[in-house]
C-alpha cells in the first residue's frame, strides 16, 4: 500500500483553466486528464490525503464555467484508492461532507499538518503540505523551522504525488536557497569591501 497527497482536482470548474492557466482546451480534456493521472499512480488499496477543492458543484442555471450540477461521490467512484478528504474553501456545497478540515500525520519520522489553506499552516510543525494556491509556488518557508509544500496538481504535472517525491523536492529548493544566500553574502561582501572608507 502507498500513500499519496494531492490537491485542487476542481473537477468540473472550467473556469479554473483560465485562472490558473492549466494547460486544457475543455472541462472534458481536464476532468478525464486528471482521472488519468491520478489511477495510473494510485492502486485500489492504496490511500490518498486529499487536501481540498475537490469538485465544484453548481446549480441548474447557475453562472457558467463554475462547476455542474454533479455529485461529489459520482466522482470519487471513478478514482483508485481509499480517499481522506481534508476541506477546501469551495467544498461546502458539493456534497462531499467531509468534517476534517486540517489533520496531523506522523509519516517519514516527522509530524505533518495537512490542510488546505496555508495561512492556516503549523509553523510548530517541520512539514506542512497545503493546497489552494494553485500555479502560485510549490515551496515556501513558514517561520524559522518549518516549510509548506504545496501538494496541489497545478505543480506537480497534474498527479498526486508520493512522500519521496516531497522530500526530493524539498532537498532541491534547500539546496537553490543556499545556493542563492551564499550569492547574496558574496555580492554583499564586494560591494562593502569596495567602499571607500
Not at 503549523?122 to 494556491?133: M, Q, R, T, Y
Request: charged fraction near 25%; aromatic fraction near 10%; include cysteine.
Amino acid at each position: 500500500m502507498n500513500i499519496w497527497f494531492t490537491s485542487d482536482y476542481h473537477f468540473n470548474h472550467f473556469n479554473i483553466i483560465r485562472y490558473t492557466n492549466r494547460p486544457f482546451k475543455t472541462l472534458d480534456e481536464m476532468n478525464s486528464t486528471l482521472i488519468k493521472n491520478h489511477n495510473e499512480r494510485v492502486k485500489p488499496e492504496d490511500t490518498v490525503y486529499f487536501l481540498g477543492d475537490f469538485i465544484f458543484k453548481n446549480s441548474l442555471g447557475g453562472k457558467v464555467g463554475e462547476g455542474l450540477p454533479d455529485k461529489a461521490e459520482d466522482w470519487v467512484k471513478k478514482l483508485n484508492g481509499n480517499i481522506v478528504f481534508i476541506a477546501g474553501n469551495h467544498d461546502k456545497n458539493n456534497s462531499l461532507k467531509t468534517h476534517i478540515s486540517k489533520l496531523y500525520l506522523r509519516y517519514g519520522g516527522m509530524t505533518i499538518c495537512c490542510v488546505h489553506n496555508p495561512l492556516y499552516a503549523d509553523s510548530n510543525c517541520e512539514l506542512n503540505l497545503v493546497g489552494h494556491v494553485h500555479e502560485k509556488w510549490k515551496i515556501r518557508p513558514l517561520g524559522k523551522k518549518s516549510i509548506m509544500v504545496n501538494v496541489g496538481v497545478d505543480v506537480w504535472s497534474f498527479k498526486p504525488i508520493c512522500f519521496g517525491e516531497i522530500q526530493r523536492a524539498i532537498s532541491e529548493w534547500k539546496k537553490s536557497n543556499a545556493t542563492n544566500q551564499n550569492q547574496q553574502v558574496g555580492e554583499i561582501i564586494r560591494s562593502e569591501s569596495t567602499e571607500e572608507r
